[in-house]
């Protein structure tokens, strides 16, 4: 009865979604249609939110008479991958977009801010659109709650690389993200149809597009942080075409949040942020369609029915012909004088927005290439990290140059030599942290740079601080106080990017790796430290069984245990690895078991790691999204101030 109930509360969200639309693109300046869809809006949300607590509902009971949860569940399985059960699949993330397309809905019909009528309404009429055509998909193509007869007794269970606590959480973050970009899109479309697209409409544009951008973020860096732990490849970023699917609307996301200041501030680069609205959203369709048509080959992968996928194409033709054939129409009215010269901020948050897009544009090459290639008919290739490395690193080196200029410089026109005297401690710093590099890696040129410019954008993010606290008047700590939470977010954001790259650039560049055959009581030296393994015992989880590595490890008179686990479950024929890390200020110590030896009766593969501080990737990566929810926090602030 349950599944039922969830059913007919997802098409009835798609009967007021399309209502929703229809009553929201026709409402124009009459405040009693405008009324009635913002209530269709929330309506259809609660009934998403029915729907998607149904799902939940039958996976915690596990009833497997309904497909999914047959297919993704198990009886001995922990209550909460149970509930992440609901997630981890085809049929319920799909469901979990609906649901997160209408609560963004009605968000948006709550919050009129000072958009006129007339484009506040069309735009919680698009999102209405958005909504339904992602409930006609997942009713039609992918429905979560068909039964199954007769209902096996125990159910497949959930992927076990999936039944961990990161996985919980990574999926709806990413969701949050990907359909976060929706609303700016829906809010491009309505500005386009009105044929305007004011400070106003940037300043209702820019939470929504740093809220996708934040929890993309977050998302991302979960993601690599379970992919570091989880898969026991020793790497945290592996270039895999899924990962390039949400890296892409990542970087699309960053370009559109300061797009949107320079249209909410000088209201130029109105035409440009729409169009990176579009495209956005355009992106966050193509990775869900590379994850779920079955054309990609991955770890991260949902689905492999290509009728789906041929279904989500055809959403994404038709949301991006809508909104590219709208803004060939429309955009020429859009146009402004920019009113900036070409040393000013402005200018530099145009370069920000050209290489972050021109990057974008190289990933989406490089990740569709070969599908291309191989529909084509020229056979099977690949195009991996080196092509990447090769040239999206270039650019984001040449943008990461750049950013810590653009705050040093004020709006329309600015004064370089003045942002130059004021960078010059972090120009030194970051030319003594070169030829430091390159003596002490025996002239690795690429490393160098790249930890050069790490610490080019930390030391140009406190500078702003510190220039910004000059400003003020008293003490050091109401100066302190008193700063606002703008300048705070711009510069954890950017000091965050550096520490992010110092990370990348040591683990990827200063990794050492090996590879032993280990009995109890044989001991390796590695990167400093001396690992013995003390024993390998049979252990039993909530629905596992697994071989526990259990490791001595010491290093300059210290002792520390350490285990590693290579885990079996019933349910999936290939067994998972758990590793284990001994987290250092220079760095990880990673190990991870393999299978037992053969001709080596009581040995064991071991692969040892030393990643080098490769913590400071996931610290930056907290660090920019906390830059980004301290935006939102000062946005929301400013707004309450004028109500």
């Not at 949860?69 to 922990?78: E, I, L, M």
């Not at 026109?413 to 942290?433: E, K, Y």
Request: hydrophobic share 55%; aromatic share 10%.
């Amino acid at each position: 009865m349950i599944a039922e109930i969830g059913a007919f509360a997802a098409a009835l969200a798609l009967v007021l979604s399309l209502a929703q639309g229809a009553m929201g693109l026709t409402a124009s300046h009459r405040d009693s249609r405008a009324a009635a869809t913002a209530a269709m809006a929330q309506a259809a949300a609660a009934l998403c939110v029915l729907a998607f607590a149904c799902l939940i509902a039958v996976f915690v009971q596990s009833d497997f008479s309904v497909a999914v949860v047959a297919a993704n569940s198990h009886v001995d399985k922990p209550l909460m991958y149970k509930i992440a059960g609901a997630w981890g699949n085809h049929e319920g993330s799909m469901l979990l977009w609906c649901t997160v397309s209408a609560l963004f809905g009605a968000i948006l019909a709550s919050t009129r801010g000072g958009q006129s009528l007339g484009l506040w309404s069309r735009s919680v009429g698009v999102q209405g659109l958005v909504t339904a055509g992602a409930l006609i998909y997942t009713l039609f193509m992918s429905p979560p709650f068909a039964r199954l007869d007769p209902a096996p007794m125990m159910g497949a269970g959930l992927n076990p690389l999936l039944q961990d606590p990161a996985l919980v959480a990574h999926p709806p973050l990413l969701y949050l993200g990907y359909v976060g970009l929706s609303v700016p899109f829906s809010l491009a479309i309505a500005a386009l149809i009105e044929g305007k697209a004011d400070q106003a409409w940037a300043r209702a544009l820019r939470p929504w597009t740093l809220a996708a951008w934040t929890f993309l973020t977050v998302g991302i860096g979960v993601g690599s942080y379970w992919a570091y732990y989880e898969l026991g490849w020793g790497g945290w970023w592996f270039w895999d075409p899924v990962e390039n699917a949400s890296f892409m609307p990542w970087l699309v996301a960053a370009a559109l949040v300061h797009s949107a200041i320079v249209t909410e501030r000088r209201g130029s680069l109105a035409g440009w942020t729409i169009l990176l609205a579009i495209m956005g959203f355009g992106l966050a369709i193509l990775g869900t369609f590379l994850v779920r048509s079955g054309v990609l080959t991955s770890v991260h992968a949902f689905a492999v029915d290509p009728t789906r996928g041929i279904a989500m194409l055809a959403l994404l033709l038709i949301a991006m012909g809508a909104g590219f054939g709208l803004y060939a129409w429309r955009a020429p009215k859009l146009a402004q004088p920019s009113g900036f010269a070409a040393v000013s901020r402005e200018s530099m948050l145009v370069w920000n927005n050209f290489g972050l897009a021109v990057a974008a544009g190289v990933v989406l090459i490089g990740t569709l290439y070969p599908l291309i290639v191989e529909a084509a008919g020229g056979g099977l290739i690949s195009v991996g990290p080196p092509f990447f490395n090769s040239t999206v690193a270039p650019l984001i080196g040449v943008l990461f140059l750049l950013l810590p200029l653009g705050p040093m410089l004020t709006w329309r026109v600015g004064d370089m030599r003045a942002a130059l005297l004021r960078l010059a401690p972090a120009a030194a710093l970051a030319v003594a942290t070169l030829l430091g590099a390159l003596a002490l890696s025996g002239w690795r040129v690429a490393p160098a740079i790249g930890l050069a410019l790490g610490v080019w954008l930390i030391a140009g993010g406190l500078i702003y601080l510190w220039v910004r606290l000059q400003r003020g008047e008293g003490r050091f700590g109401a100066k302190l106080a008193l700063l606002p939470l703008a300048v705070w977010s711009m510069s954890l954001a950017h000091v965050g990017a550096g520490v992010l790259t110092v990370g990348a650039i040591a683990e990827t560049a200063f990794r050492s790796e090996r590879a032993a055959e280990m009995a109890p009581g044989d001991g390796v030296d590695f990167a400093g430290w001396r690992v013995t393994l003390l024993d390998v015992v049979g252990a039993e989880g909530p629905n596992y069984s697994a071989n526990r590595a259990n490791f001595r490890i010491e290093r300059r008179g210290a002792a520390f245990p350490l285990s590693a686990e290579r885990r079996f479950y019933p349910t999936s024929p290939m067994p998972t690895t758990e590793v284990g890390i001994r987290s250092g200020l220079d760095g990880d110590l990673y190990l991870a078991l393999g299978d037992a030896v053969r001709d080596r009766p009581g040995a064991w593969s071991v692969r040892l790691y030393h990643n080098p501080l490769v913590h400071l990737i996931f610290i930056g990566a907290l660090m920019m999204a906390a830059g980004g929810v301290l935006s939102l926090i000062a946005l929301a602030r400013r707004r309450r101030m004028k109500l």
